[in-house]
């Protein structure tokens, strides 16, 4: 059986999309992400080349592109007080990772409205003990307090889920293996999701 490295992983969970497009939703006010804020995310993630991203750069490379963007947020914190800008990408419209969760606000890193009620769940989700499919992570992020950081999610690849799939999962992915179980067959989606600080120059996967 061959393993997926990043199933197990908080960073890149494997689900399913539907084969109907997903409409970008509208950011109207909100200023999207600048393109080059994009970029230098980029380069952190091809700097900070430790052993967990050079097994996704080997299966994957090249991803760290705008093709595989799925949607960059940036969120900003004052007090209690949030403000949030967006950039959606092509990968937007080709994965539906709300279909599990179609209340959520955010889903596997993939968020449904630019807003500033979900820059408040992925802010909570993010420094959670719980498993979650929130913003899945292996980073421990119990400590974070950054009041300035972006959340990028990029698609990795599309595959069918099949059991053998199903049965590489161990206890970072009970998140998600329950709901898998019941859509073998599926066409599923592998994403990648990380935490950047663009002021310290650091990602969290």
Do not use: W
């Amino acid at each position: 059986m061959i393993l997926i490295s990043v199933v197990v992983i908080g960073i890149t969970i494997i689900f399913f999309s539907q084969y109907s497009r997903q409409t970008i939703p509208s950011t109207e006010e909100f200023p999207p992400v600048a393109k080059f804020e994009l970029g230098k995310i980029f380069d952190i993630s091809v700097q900070q080349r430790g052993k967990y991203m050079r097994d996704i750069m080997e299966r994957y490379d090249p991803f760290l592109n705008e093709k595989s963007l799925i949607n960059l947020v940036h969120i900003v914190k004052e007090g209690s007080d949030y403000e949030i800008s967006c950039q959606f990408g092509s990968a937007y419209e080709t994965v539906n990772l709300h279909r599990f969760f179609p209340e959520g606000l955010v889903t596997l890193g993939q968020i449904k409205n630019c807003d500033v009620e979900t820059a408040k769940a992925i802010d909570q989700a993010i420094t959670s003990n719980d498993i979650q499919c929130l913003v899945p992570l292996d980073s421990d992020m119990s400590g974070f307090r950054k009041n300035d950081y972006y959340l990028i999610t990029l698609l990795l690849e599309q595959r069918e889920i099949t059991q053998e799939l199903i049965d590489t999962y161990d206890k970072e992915g009970e998140c998600a293996k329950p709901l898998l179980e019941n859509f073998i067959g599926e066409i599923t989606s592998t994403v990648f999701t990380a935490i950047v600080d663009l002021d310290e120059n650091y990602i969290y996967f």
